[in-house]
């Protein structure tokens, strides 16, 4: 009776120190697990970001001619004259802008995050501007 006593103990204490050890260690994991990872500034990550970015703008002015042509010709005046006529336009069709900016996301987060200044197209500069 005296041994399994023992054996008794030695397992409920095996138990209580496993328990405290699974406790402690997620005590210390679920910060880290939380955190954000760090963000890629490499330049190899902000070139294609920038592609990408680009690559959508172009995709979203072939689906929507009109505003293709608008932005077209604004992007064809001089830069004083041009950032007026964007901030007009956008003034004008804030779901465009609304729009163009989900797709400028990405290059505008590498900007807060790694403050790299990337604008990939005249209009990704009025967007920025704006």
């Known amino acids: 009776m005296n041994a399994s006593v023992t054996t008794v103990r ?3 204490f095996g138990m209580f120190a496993g328990g405290l050890l699974a406790f402690g260690s997620a005590a210390i994991v679920a910060p880290v697990a939380n955190s954000q990872p760090a963000p890629d500034c490499s330049a190899s990550n902000v070139a294609g970001t920038v592609s990408s970015v680009a690559a959508s ?3 979203y002015l072939a689906a929507n001619p009109q505003t293709d042509q608008a932005l077209s010709a604004i992007a064809t005046q001089p830069e004083p004259e041009s950032q007026a006529a964007y901030g007009a336009f956008f003034a004008q069709n804030p779901q465009v ?3 163009l900016q989900a797709i400028h996301q990405p290059v505008s987060a590498l900007k807060n995050q790694c403050g790299v200044e990337v ?3 005249p209009i990704s ?3 920025t501007d704006a």
Do not use: F, S, V, Y
């Open 119 to 121: 604008t990939p197209t």
């Open 10 to 12: 030695r397992g409920l």
């Open 125 to 127: 500069a009025a967007l």
């Open 57 to 59: 703008e172009g995709a």
């Open 97 to 99: 802008e609304d729009q």
